[in-house]
T-cell receptor, first 111, second 116 residues
Framework: GEDVEQSLFLSVREGDSSVINCTYT??????LYWYKQEPGAGLQLLTY?????DMKQDQRLTVLLNKKDKHLSLRIADTQTGDSAIYFC???????????FGQGTELSVKP | DAMVIQNPRYQVTQFGKPVTLSCSQT?????MYWYQQKSSQAPKLLFH???????NEADTPDNFQSRRPNTSFCFLDIRSPGLGDAAMYLC???????????????FGPGTRLTVL
């Protein structure tokens, strides 16, 4: 079945770049997403990438997709303390259209 | 601003006492979803509505029901909450795939359910 995996924790210093990695199993996924969840809050869509793209950049965020290895990453440039949150990678199930989430990576940004 | 609203933000109920969680949206999206998210876990889809068509996930317990009286509102009913049902419940909306290719889902802030 479909599975999305992420490392659980990442700690960086303020001003450094953060790279959050994700692997997925469904090679037919057409879209992959990154969501951010702050404590006690819902999920905020950060960005998404279409499967025929290798890279997408949006201000401080860069998404890289390696379709051959089924590997997705989110790079946050100049990481700020306000970026501390849990980041979820998700793929879209092409049969039912539902999202399959990874377990989330907790990003901790130290001043 | 167009948004997804969930009420209440925090709900406490007793073991076995029915509870209803509410979601409303001003986005006019056709599709509405309910997810359950337990502590330190990924959100898990319970069911979704495409307009009035209800789609239940195979592993969603019968204890969980949903109603969608109109486009704007969707309710999650838990008939007999158990201790294991304590979680954050997230509502989300999206436009159909034919309208929005990326089919992005927009989430509400969630309702945290405590079962005593």
């Amino acid at each position: 079945g479909e599975d999305v995996e992420q490392s659980l924790f990442l700690s960086v210093r303020e001003g450094d770049s953060s790279v959050i990695n994700c692997t997925y199993t469904d090679s037919s996924s057409t879209y992959l997403y990154w969501y951010k969840q702050e404590p006690g809050a819902g999920l905020q869509l950060l960005t998404y990438i279409f499967s025929n793209m290798d890279m997408k950049q949006d201000q401080r965020l860069t998404v890289l997709l390696n379709k051959k290895d089924k590997h997705l990453s989110l790079r946050i440039a100049d990481t700020q303390t306000g970026d501390s949150a849990i980041y979820f990678c998700a793929e879209k199930d092409n049969q039912g259209g539902k999202l399959i989430f990874g377990q989330g990576t907790e990003l901790s940004v130290k001043p | 601003d167009a948004m997804v609203i969930q009420n209440p933000r925090y709900q406490v109920t007793q073991f076995g006492k029915p509870v209803t969680l509410s979601c409303s949206q001003t986005l006019n999206h056709n599709v509405m979803y309910w997810y359950q998210q337990k502590s330190s876990q990924a959100p898990k889809l319970l069911f979704h509505y495409y307009d009035k068509d209800f789609n239940n996930e195979a592993d969603t317990p019968d204890n969980f029901q949903s109603r969608r009286p109109n486009t704007s509102f969707c309710f999650l009913d838990i008939r007999s909450p158990g201790l294991g049902d304590a979680a954050m419940y997230l509502c989300a909306t999206s436009r159909p795939r034919g309208v929005s290719r990326a089919n992005e889902q927009f989430f509400g802030p969630g309702t945290r359910l405590t079962v005593l």
